[in-house]
């Protein structure tokens, strides 16, 4: 094994060391898997399309477009009689113009999802955004994006991690608080191999429509995911060298409970849904839950 592949945890011994390979390899795989794990469920009948809400300043020069629980996604200003998207905007005009079409939302309406979600409002939607482009347009911007296109493209990587070298990585670790993602990793792959790659009917199917998943929990369990994963990857492995000296704890509170209790929210209803069974996703909430949980004189 070559001496700048190996990792040495500073409680190991000279004879446990491990390679670096396989476990950065394996936090590579746990994002993978999170994705489609999320992802997956903007493919069923459950979700919601993204609705929006359009403001105009009291000049008429400004016009401010909201997505519902996500905030603002652009910026307009009038200049020389035309509506002009700020560089810092989500959306772009193009974007605007099609999701704010009369047309596009009454067709949107009548699914049951966005019905259930939209349909006794006292005021109609100014636009509805599909679900898979709106949890593409919410991500822009954000470390989870390349991942979510990737996941819509068809081009995440290949999951190329095995059990027996992700467990001989954990025992070598042998501190199980460092390395419940990587725990969770051979529980997923476990699943991969044995679960029956057959879907199956939701036995909450009406909860599931009166309850729909919308963009803003979809994009917010991704990334509370993304930051758990990452984590650990810097905790056992020291990279990326730019992390962060924000703990999770930190970003986690920071964030606020409606943000980062998302994930578990996605993972209780996808379990559900009979798609792939949610293990690393619901590792991420229980791990959140603890975090959020901790008594504020423990350290991280």
Wanted: some cysteine; overall charge neutral.
């Amino acid at each position: 094994m070559d001496k700048d592949n190996k990792v040495v945890s500073k409680n190991q011994s000279e004879e446990q060391r491990f390679n670096a390979g396989v476990a950065s390899a394996a936090y590579n795989d746990l994002l993978t898997l999170a994705t489609k794990e999320i992802l997956e469920l903007i493919r069923t009948e459950y979700c919601k399309p993204l609705k929006l809400i359009v403001e105009t300043s009291k000049d008429g020069k400004t016009r401010t477009v909201f997505g519902d629980k996500v905030g603002v996604l652009a910026t307009f200003q009038l200049k020389n009689k035309k509506w002009v998207v700020s560089d810092d905007s989500k959306m772009t005009s193009e974007e605007f113009e099609t999701y704010t079409d009369r047309l596009l939302v009454r067709e949107l309406l009548v699914e049951p999802a966005a019905e259930s979600a939209y349909g006794e409002d006292a005021l109609p939607p100014d636009g509805l955004i599909p679900i898979v482009e709106a949890v593409e347009i919410y991500s822009r911007g954000t470390e989870v994006h390349d991942l979510i296109m990737q996941f819509l493209e068809g081009k995440l990587p290949k999951i190329t991690s095995n059990v027996r070298e992700i467990a001989q990585v954990i025992s070598i670790v042998n501190v199980p608080d460092q390395v419940r993602m990587l725990t969770a990793l051979v529980d997923a792959l476990d699943n991969l191999q044995n679960e029956p790659n057959v879907y199956v009917e939701p036995t909450y199917k009406d909860l599931l429509i009166r309850n729909p998943f919308g963009a803003d929990k979809i994009v917010h369990a991704l990334r509370l995911c993304y930051w758990t994963i990452t984590d650990e990857r810097y905790r056992l492995l020291g990279t990326p060298k730019t992390k962060s000296k924000t703990t999770l704890r930190d970003l986690i509170l920071e964030k606020g409970a409606r943000y980062t209790e998302a994930v578990r929210k996605i993972a209780g209803k996808a379990v559900i849904t009979g798609t792939r069974y949610p293990v690393i996703t619901l590792k991420a909430a229980k791990i959140r839950l603890d975090l959020v949980s901790r008594p504020m004189f423990y350290t991280d």
